[in-house]
């Protein structure tokens, strides 16, 4: 069926690197943008990074602009995110999510989250 | 960028309806027909509930419905019941290169 499942969540000291993974099944990758959302604990859900489906294209929400970066294999069927100098505010569950552009225009998918934590 | 403005909570009896409200800018909600609703219960993901203002996903209750005039989205849940008690969220197409904005969630209280 059509999943996306995340990994790579952990327990990380401030200033210190992370990669989040997400792959996907079920559909097909290549044919579609990608996103990570993060949730901080009792916090609202914010957008992070976008990676067009051809990986040309890629955004990065202002809080994680040069700390962050996202990426994709499609040969993998996996959407990355590459986390460094993290902060403790960057505590939070993270979702990839697909948002499908052809009927939906909204995250029609998303995964069930890894949870990173930054503490000293 | 700011986020779409929610209510931070609403609460209904069972069998009764309840609207919430998501307003955003010129940049977002006004000038979008892309805005989309999000349940989400403790501890697991969001689920899509409504798309492109007021369309229903297949599988998503009737009970759901979304409008929109300006720059306010609204969600409207009828005949409430207790699984319908979460957190909702709004989201948007915006012009800068946030390129989607989320509403700040609104708890729903099934009372």
């Known amino acids: 069926q059509v999943q996306l499942v995340e990994s790579g969540g952990s327990v990380v000291q401030p200033g210190r690197s992370l990669r989040l993974s997400c792959a996907a099944s079920g559909f097909t990758f290549s044919a579609y943008g990608m996103h990570w959302v993060r949730q901080a604990p009792g916090r609202g859900l914010e957008w992070v990074a976008f990676?067009?489906?051809?990986?040309?294209?890629?955004y990065h929400a202002d809080s994680v602009k040069g700390r962050f970066t996202i990426s994709r294999d499609n040969s993998k069927n996996t959407v990355f995110l590459q986390m460094n100098s993290l902060r403790v505010e960057d505590t939070a569950v993270y979702y990839c999510?697909?948002?499908?552009?052809?009927?939906?225009?909204?995250?029609?998918?998303w995964g069930q989250g890894t949870m990173v934590t930054v503490s000293s | 960028q700011s986020a779409l403005t929610q209510p931070a909570s609403v609460s209904g009896s069972p069998g009764q309806s309840i609207t919430i409200s998501c307003t955003g800018t010129?940049?977002?909600?006004?000038?979008?027909?892309?805005v989309s609703w999000y349940q989400q219960h403790p501890g697991k993901a969001p689920k899509l509930m409504i798309y492109?203002?007021?369309n229903r996903p297949s599988g998503v209750s009737n009970r759901f419905s979304g409008s929109k005039s300006g720059d306010t989205a609204s969600l409207t849940i009828s005949g409430l019941r207790t699984e319908d008690e979460a957190d909702y969220y709004c989201t948007s197409y915006t012009t800068t290169t946030t390129l989607v904005l989320f509403g700040g969630g609104t708890k729903l209280t099934v009372l």
């Open positions: 010129s940049s977002d909600v006004d000038i979008y027909n892309y």
């Open positions: 999510a697909r948002l499908d552009t052809s009927v939906f225009n909204a995250f029609d998918i």
């Open positions: 492109n203002v007021s």
């Open positions: 990676i067009s489906y051809d990986g040309s294209r890629t």
